[in-house]
Nanobody, 115 residues
């Protein structure tokens, strides 16, 4: 069983920055890919960024060059640094990992970008 706990969301003005964190329970954190998804009101949940064991990453086109995903395997934690935030980034952000074909999700953290 894996538990994921997100933190770091909030209200920020356009152009601002936030850093989200996701702490994971369980063992062997370092061998699994971790991801951030988001879901805006009335829209489907979408992949924002993923980081694999070893550190390779991929990003949604909408966040490339603005968001950075990273991981600290010693702390069982994955981060999402979000810069140059736009109103369209407003959403609930969820941490995700898949183990043995099962998806695990955190409770989500709200990010609101507004002036």
């Amino acid at each position: 069983q894996v538990q994921l706990v997100e933190s770091g969301g909030g209200l920020v003005q356009p152009g601002g920055s936030l850093r989200l964190s996701c702490a994971a329970s369980g063992s062997m954190f370092s061998i699994y890919a971790m991801a951030w998804y988001r879901q805006a009101p009335g829209k489907q949940r979408e992949l924002v960024a993923r980081i694999f064991s070893g550190g390779s990453t991929n990003y949604a086109d909408s966040v490339k060059g603005r968001f950075t995903i990273s991981r600290d395997d010693a702390k069982n934690t994955v981060y999402l640094q979000m810069n140059s935030l736009k109103p369209e980034d407003t959403a609930v952000y969820y941490c995700n990992t898949r183990r043995s074909a099962k998806d695990y999700w955190g409770q989500g953290t709200q990010v609101s970008v507004s002036s």
